[in-house]
């Protein structure tokens, strides 16, 4: 079975592969495999919405099995802002760290909890319905100031208390044991391997 993962982002494309390497029957491909097709506009007010809206775009427009992953981060203290606005919260990485570090810049340390959504959503081409749909979440805090240069995103703000680092100083494989996409993409497997068997 050929899969899309219904992202271009390359690091969700890196950690979704890592964990789907144990299917020896299904042969993964991205988004960033086609170039020419648009990417959808993002209109859902849920992870799960937009995770849905994307997964029935890709399957259509390529006629493959679409695994979409719909994400980001939910802090306590901004009303679940940035939520499903995470990859808009400004122009690029260090941008969008900026901004959340300002606006939390008089937020004590015991009210900066956060934590990592995942929704994920998988579609076969010409059905109705979804085919399986997960989450993940993964809880922490925002840090005042950002470490370690591993993962992508958010990673070098989210502090881990179990774990006392960022999620930025956490390997890849470390990253994946415990993190929303992770948690989200072990129970999808399952639903995978109902369907090739
Ligand atoms: P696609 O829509 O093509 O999948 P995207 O990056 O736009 O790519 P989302 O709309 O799901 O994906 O936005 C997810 C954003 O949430 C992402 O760009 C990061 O800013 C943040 N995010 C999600 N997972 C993260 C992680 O594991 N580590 C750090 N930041 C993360």
Redesign the pocket.
Known sequence: MKLLL????K??VE?MRALLSDLAQVEVVS?ADFPGVE?PE?TGET?ED??RL?ARYYAEVTGLTAL??????VVDALDGR?G?M????GAD?AA?IARLLEELRDTHDAQRTAR?E?AMVLVRPGAGGDAAATRGT?EGSIAREARGTN?????PV?HLPARGLR?AELSSDE?NAV???GNALREMVKALREMVG
Do not use: I, Q
């Open positions: 219904a992202t271009k982002n690091h969700k950690e988004a990417e993002e992870f937009n995770a994307k979409a992953d719909d994400s980001g981060l940035p499903v995470s990859s808009r919260y990485d969008r990592f995942c993964l993962g992508f995103g958010y990673d989210f999620l990253k993190s929303h996409r």
